[in-house]
């Protein structure tokens, strides 16, 4: 077999980069159909999907029986003539001079209409699809656009352990965990050690998943999750939500300017994502909440907003809008109350358009000791477990804030998926951990 230089990408023959060119090119088998002596396969590797013709006569004896023996998923590679052909998919089509099987297989499981079940349990082999492989391709580049904000803001990525006795985000939600004997959880958030990064560094970010016990089968939470956590000392809840609109306009600028073809196959219009530019809008919550009631429905000041709620306020925006002033009763015990609004706390969420919700939750941290103990304690909180938290607040503490963005909620906003489900590619949820 040749070197892997010496085979094209099928993406490059597709951009017209080899046309009247002999290339070689090797991957797996997307459909074939042979017609007399005429056999048709079209390959694909990761670049993207081309017709191969073999004409019985123009190749040896064993090229044309591989060729008609490959089927769905047979990995194979060939060569020949890269030619322009309007009625091939993509426009081009190879005309084949050699052809070799490397692995025929057995009949691939999945054919047309399988159940979403089906499809799930055999996720190992579905993610080859076209669409799940697009997917995939996304969310790789809305990460490195992340990662790449950040960067170059001079932020440092910090890792923090998964295995903790911290709750973060309340106890209903924990994985518990026999740790040695012991009691331990999964990390629900990297914040708090976040916080810690962030007094060595300054401003950091944490790219980490996060484990939730989520009861409710919703198409917006899994149990496992991908969590990016920035944080920053000397900010202020005013910095927090510039930092996160400038984050959310750079990543959808780059996505739409540089993979357009990536959003549309996802069902997403790049015009849309061309749109999202900072400032984006501020509601109190107080203010969302008399909305809301205006329109009918049921929901109280106090109460959190659920997907019903957020798809209202969300359902004619065209950019993401942002949600402040939480009643600090059901907020985190570490939010600080917004002294000139007693009773709400400087938090944030940010909200995708047309009901995708929540995104982001951010706040301001308390940096006080008393503070932060005396929230522990109305909380019920464990002290002892949550000494080191304390101690930050007793060394060198300075005002600080920081958000939690949820990568696949994220993604399944900019792609425009239907279930959060396929912006991950092995969900994790109330009833499967499988494959
Ligand atoms: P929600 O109210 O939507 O359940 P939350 O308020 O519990 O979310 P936070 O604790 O604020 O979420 O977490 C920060 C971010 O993490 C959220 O804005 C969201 O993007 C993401 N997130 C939270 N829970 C989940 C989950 N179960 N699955 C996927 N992403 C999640
Ligand atoms: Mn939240």
Request: aromatic content about 12%.
């Amino acid at each position: 077999m040749a070197k892997a230089g010496e085979y094209s990408k099928i993406g490059d023959i597709l951009a017209g980069k080899h046309t009247g060119k002999k290339v070689k090119i090797r991957g797996w088998v997307h459909r074939q159909r042979t017609s007399g002596g005429l056999a048709f396969v079209v390959m694909r590797d990761a670049t993207g999907v081309l017709q191969c013709a073999v004409k019985k006569d123009a190749v040896d004896e064993k090229d044309w029986k591989d060729a008609t023996n490959v089927f769905v998923e047979s990995s194979a590679e060939c060569e020949g003539i890269v030619k322009e052909d309007k009625r091939a998919p993509g426009g081009f089509e190879l005309g084949v001079s050699g052809f070799n099987a490397i692995f025929i297989g057995e009949a691939f499981p999945i054919a047309k209409d399988q159940s979403v079940e089906f499809l799930l349990d055999t996720r190992h082999l579905w993610l080859r699809s076209q669409r799940l492989t697009n997917i995939l391709k996304g969310r790789d580049y809305i990460t490195r656009y992340l990662r790449q904000f950040f960067f170059e803001h001079d932020f440092f990525e910090c890792t923090p352990p998964i295995i903790t006795r911290s709750a973060c985000e309340g106890g209903a939600t924990l994985f518990k965990l026999d740790y040695f004997g012991d009691m331990a959880y999964l990390s629900q958030s990297g914040q708090m050690y976040g916080e810690v990064f962030s007094f060595s560094l300054g401003n950091i970010f944490i790219l980490a998943p996060s484990f939730r016990a989520e009861p409710s089968r919703t198409i917006r939470h899994l149990a496992e999750y991908w969590h990016l956590e920035p944080e920053m000392a000397f900010y202020s809840q005013k910095m927090n939500m510039e930092l996160q609109e400038d984050m959310i306009e750079f990543v959808c600028q780059k996505m739409a300017k540089e993979h357009p073809d990536i959003l549309q196959a996802a069902g997403r219009d790049p015009n849309d994502l061309l749109m999202v530019k900072a400032p984006f809008p501020r509601i109190d919550y107080g203010k969302a909440i008399e909305m809301l009631q205006e329109k009918g429905l049921k929901i109280e000041y106090g109460q959190d907003m659920g997907a019903d709620e957020e798809a209202e306020l969300t359902k004619d925006t065209k950019i993401p809008i942002f949600v402040h002033n939480h009643p600090k009763a059901f907020k985190a015990f570490y939010m600080r109350e917004d002294k000139s609004k007693p009773g709400t706390v400087l938090s944030n969420d940010l909200l995708a358009p047309q009901g995708h919700g929540e995104i982001i939750g951010g706040s301001e941290r308390i940096w006080e000791h008393d503070e932060l103990m005396a929230r522990v304690k109305e909380q019920n909180l464990p002290e002892k477990e949550y000494q080191w938290y304390l101690d930050l607040r007793r060394y060198g503490s300075v005002p600080h804030a920081g958000f939690g963005l949820g990568i696949e909620r994220l993604v399944k906003w900019m792609l425009n998926l239907d279930h959060i489900r396929d912006a991950i590619p092995f969900p994790r949820t109330i009833n499967r951990a499988y494959p």
